[in-house]
């Protein structure tokens, strides 16, 4: 092969940097480069969004582990304001439930139980699932803000978004944030309580529009 020239072989750090750069590249389609803030600006914005779309729906999986069992459920959660309708089902098993709450209580009914109505959902949904499950904090905590009228410590990543809610019993990390057509929302949030472990995986947020302003602080 006279006169043939032979491509030179890549050196292993220019084969690390072209992975590197299709890496950054498709994690920029995928995900959101958050714009740089001081600590806690993102919730004002976050508020006043919610307070635009006092009507929202969101999807998920939810994994459940006390150390040394598991378990994991689908949910859909539903809210009208300060109303929601959360409906769970078992990924195996068949079995689900509905779980219905506002400011003037709870009701949850499916599979194995009677109707149950209590003034907290947490604690219908515990003897549902037979876990414990912080579902009024997570109405909040699912929309990138801490519970009202709580003693919520909260700590903030270096871009000035939420990072970190601790509101006794439970310590909620914020592991993942993803761009919606709406806003930046979470997509994956962890919560611990001593050795329980909730962790969340949300999908399909809708945000609709509505007639009120002000965020409801009395759940």
Known sequence: ???????????????????????????SVGCAVREQREAGA?????EALFARHSSWSVSGRMALSD?????????????????????????????????SFGPDGAMLEGSGIERMWALDPDPLVEAAIGWPVPVREMAWWIRGLPPPHSQAVMAFASDGALARVESEPWIMVYQRF?????????????ADSDNYRVRLVLRDWQLRASQTHPVSKSL
């Open 178 to 190: 993803e761009q919606t057509q709406a806003a930046l929302l979470p997509s994956r949030l962890q």
């Open 1 to 27: 092969m006279n006169g043939a020239v032979l491509p030179r072989p890549l050196c292993l750090g220019s084969v690390r940097a072209i992975l590197l750069l299709v890496l950054c590249a498709s994690l």
């Open 67 to 99: 150390g040394n069992r598991g378990g994991s459920l689908a949910f859909d959660w539903r809210a009208e304001g300060d109303r929601h309708e959360v409906n769970l089902r078992t990924v195996a098993g068949g079995r689900q439930w509905r779980l």
């Open 42 to 46: 993102w919730l004002d914005d976050r």
